[in-house]
T-cell receptor, first 114, second 115 residues
């Protein structure tokens, strides 16, 4: 079945460091791909999305490119801030995934130190 | 416009009791999905409602049920609570089920603790 694998956390970085959070997926057909962010005590917020191969989603300095050949959707940011500390979830919308609508990765906790 | 509203924010229940959680989607959104989030299992899909009809259901026991009203508000109910039901329950809305390719809007969740 469809699945999402993202790198284990926590990831600890200094402010202004470069961020990469890896995400790979397995899916039937052509899923849409998403990154969501969850701040402490809150629900998930959509960070960015890509709906077809080679699309690049971007928002708030974060970027991710839909790579069909490597089935990946890695999240990157050139210079992280303390306020980026949160848990990041990679997700796919698998239209051929049976009873599941969205498949979420396990989440990667990011901690940015001043 | 107002976001997705979930009530209550926090709940403590005893094993064997039942609980009802409420979700009001963004105005105009008619599709509501529910997820359970736990440290061990991550985010797991419970069910999805659209136009008062359950469209999809995840792999949860029958103790978990839900419904949607004509104003698109949704409730989920868990009967005969078990300790393992302790979790953050998240509600997500989209205008229609197929619009979810644009991404969901999530509520802040209801934190359920079963003691």
């Amino acid at each position: 079945g469809d699945s999402v694998t993202q790198m284990e956390g926590p990831v600890t970085l200094s402010e202004e460091a470069f961020l990469t959070i890896n995400c790979t997926y397995t899916a039937t057909g052509y899923p849409s791909l998403f990154w969501y962010v969850q701040y402490p005590g809150e629900g998930l917020q959509l960070l960015l999305k890509a709906t077809k191969a080679d699309d690049k989603g971007s928002n708030k300095g974060f970027e991710a490119t839909y790579r069909k050949e490597t089935t990946s959707f890695h999240l990157e940011k050139g210079s992280v801030q303390v306020s980026d500390s949160a848990v990041y979830f990679c997700a796919l919308e698998g239209r051929a995934s049976g009873t599941y609508k969205y498949i979420f990765g396990t989440g990667t906790r990011l901690k940015v130190l001043a | 416009k107002a976001g997705v509203t979930q009530t209550p924010r926090y709940l403590i229940k005893t094993r064997g009791q039942q609980v009802t959680l409420s979700c009001s989607p963004i105005s105009g959104h008619r599709s509501v999905s529910w997820y359970q989030q736990t440290p061990g299992q991550g985010l797991q899909f419970l069910f999805e409602y659209f136009s008062e009809t359950q469209r999809n259901k995840g792999n949860f026991p029958g103790r978990f049920s839900g419904r949607q009203f004509s104003n698109s508000r949704s409730e989920m109910n868990v009967s005969t609570l078990e300790l393992g039901d302790s979790a953050l329950y998240l509600c997500a809305s989209s205008s229609t089920p197929t619009d979810s390719y644009n991404g969901y809007t999530f509520g802040s969740g209801t934190r359920l603790t079963v003691v």
